[in-house]
């Protein structure tokens, strides 16, 4: 399967979304750099839970304030939705690439999102210092995406560094404090 293989099928924000939350949105958007902003944002959220286009919107919303804790709320959210969307198990630590193959029978969009948040998730951990976590989620996406069509390699490498970084530095802690 080519993950930037596109057919003409319909991406995530064509799903249309109700006046109300489009509303919501666009208001959101006039007021962005408002801390007012997020309040629309999160009314159009409770008003369409599963939207993508919302779910977006909101953890970009958060993303560019540098609230990554809540960006990762908000992907692993989105990860959860749209792996049930495409029959798959909600925990990402279980796809596989045979998974992924029937996943894209339902819609290569979806999948494309699925393992591009999933990417995105890690990123974030990555940001919050948790590389451990970041390591396991890039890890599931070389494991999947054997070609790198989504270009993982390069953060699968500064997690793996970072991870092995912080290992190394337990252990010189560990030896100075034994040799006091």
């Known amino acids: 399967m080519d993950l930037l293989d596109f057919a003409a099928e319909d991406m995530y924000f064509d799903e249309p979304v109700s006046p109300e939350v489009e509303a919501l949105l666009l208001d959101a ?36 304030r540098q609230q990554y804790r809540e960006s990762l709320i908000v992907a692993d959210r989105a990860i959860g939705i749209v792996s049930s969307r495409l029959g798959l198990t909600v925990r990402w630590q279980d796809l596989s690439e045979a ?38 989620r890039f890890e599931k996406i070389a494991e999947i995406d054997t070609s790198d069509r989504l270009g993982i390699t390069e953060l699968l490498t500064m997690a793996r560094a970072s991870v092995a970084e912080a290992a190394a530095e337990r252990a010189g802690g560990n030896v100075r404090f034994l040799s006091r």
């Open 99 to 136: 998974d992924l193959g029937r996943s894209v029978q339902v819609s290569m969009t979806l999948t494309r999102f699925l393992l591009l948040a999933l990417k995105g998730s890690g990123y974030l951990l990555m940001r919050l210092g948790e590389h451990r976590d970041a390591l396991a």
């Open 29 to 64: 958007a006039q007021r962005y750099g408002e801390g007012s902003a997020e309040a629309s944002l999160l009314q159009a959220y409770f008003l369409e839970p599963e939207h993508l286009t919302v779910l977006v919107a909101l953890y970009r919303y958060f993303y560019y």
